[in-house]
């Protein structure tokens, strides 16, 4: 066989064509044995919803074939058409690749998958696929109302319709007479993406919002926020961001987005409204939720699902220390407002070393405190280029070039299992980039890692959403002593102006700022309610055995239930997958309870290492 490097665009189709062909009879013909042979022996087939409702990975040649003897058995696929020109990529240590998209159909919906084809290491003429990803794209019953399905008003007004496109917003936002199917709690850009994807397929949603305006989620965090990871894999659902605007957006720019987001896909959506709890009524799968609306009054609401999309970190996490009722100073948590501090000439503490604490510190530094970062624990950290980016270059070389779906499906074809593995040799490239800065760390105390398995920063922030930090220059300012260090030590008590450390070391001190993350989202959803159904869900985010993130977008153990959060990238692309649950579950397509298996699978407590990294956050 020609290297694919050297091949033409006519013999890179050839290639692809003639192995899904023949990988598509297979399927057609139900020879399993045969369709997993064509995998490689490393190789990985996931799956979004196609075959069982859920997200499913599976891992070599053994496995596949019996997955696919009952997934395929019990949903039969068709009409597989390849999609495009196949391109050549590269993945890790395997390349080139020979990739390519592809479409199919099942009974009840259209599909869209795809491939990574890479030489047969037992017999090099031939290909094998190293990964094949299969989605649902869209319900054929239900399409999306986009592009040409987009809606069309009668222009004559026959109708005699008095009532005009703003007189009708209205009287959808106002839920006055009815209730929505979908209650969304939280406007952050989950909510909101989730909530548009839903609206697109006519199902009737809610987002209740805490705060006084869509986006004050980032416009109330500190002053000096950016987004560390660049525009390029950051866009919205429907509607990317205008080609004008920066590489690293500014949280206010991002937040007045999203107010405009909002109102751009008319999604209706309560600001100053609490989400008080709700209880779920099996015997009509209905909630029974409780809002405290803006006005003050109650609002009881009968939707069929709620979903919580706060993010991925549930309630402020706030050490006890002794002596706190005698310390005099004042003690603000990092979600509160820390950019009142009045913190000119005084000294301030911030406890924590992960991402908030180096940001809030190096804001804290340049209005003229005098700043010691107390670090606790062991982070990763990686200059924001060239090292911080290398996760995400597939984002970035297609920026422009394909749509952000695509790209986005490019990302999920490789399962979490498999990104680790590549980011071991990743992190170590990226780790001897930044030689210099981190040895300059090391050499003033600070206490380094490298991932608890050498995978670096990306996978941390996959499995806790802590542990890192992507330099902006307060590592620069660490190193420099300018913003001083305490590392490897704790808060022992505290004292009317003073912080006495573990160590027997003291700092005066005014304030004190709490970088101390949040506790584990569970602890939300026990919060909102109740610990009966948050016993059911289980632990949420971090990756499971199954090798998928845990009761994160899919169905979770108690029924009309769903989380989403995560950054922008993972609440962009996963909506899609929530948006169709829903729906299909509101039309009556979804079975109403899970497998035992599955429902077992999903509560599966976390051990107690990984409870603990999640509610004691990182350094």
Known sequence: MKDLNGATAAERHRLADAWFVAFTDALHRNNYARVASMMHPDGYWRDLLTFAWIFKTVHGIDAIRAWLSEAVAANATYNFRLEGEPAIGALGEHGPTLEFFFTFETDIAFGRGFARLVEDPNSPESLTALTVLTTMRELKAFPEATGRRRPREDMCASSGELANWLDRRNLAREFKDKDPEVIVIGGGQSGLMLAARLGQLNVSTLVVEKTDRIGDVWRNRYRSLKLHNEICMNHFAYMPFPDTWPVYIPKDKLANWLEFYAESMEVNVWTKTTFLGAEYDNSHKRWTARLRTADGSMRVMRPSHVVMAVGVSGLPNVPAFAGKENFRGQIVHSSGPVDDLAVKGKSVLVVGAGTSGHDIAQDLYARGAEVTMLQRSSITVVSLEPSSVRPYELYRQNDGVRPIADTDLMAASVPYELLARLHKPLSRQMAEDDKDLLDGLRKVGFLLDNGEDDTGYFLKLLRYQAGYYLNVGASDLIIERKIKLKAGVDIARLEA???????????????????????????????????????????????????????????????????????????????????????????????????????????KPSTGSELRERSEPIA
């Open 497 to 603: 102006r003073k912080v006495f450390f573990s160590d027997g070391t003291a700092l005066d001190t005014d304030f004190i700022v709490l970088a101390t993350g949040y506790k584990p989202l569970q602890e939300g959803v026990r919060a909102m309610f109740g610990g009966e159904v948050a016993d059911r869900v289980g632990p949420i985010w971090g990756i499971d055995d199954d090798g998928e993130l845990r009761n994160m977008y899919a169905r979770t153990a108690q029924e009309g239930f769903y989380v989403s959060g995560g950054g922008l990238p993972g609440a962009r692309a996963y909506s899609q997958y929530t948006a169709l649950l829903i729906k299909a579950a509101v039309e009556g397509l979804l079975p109403s309870q899970r497998s035992t298996a599955q429902v077992e699978s999903s509560k």
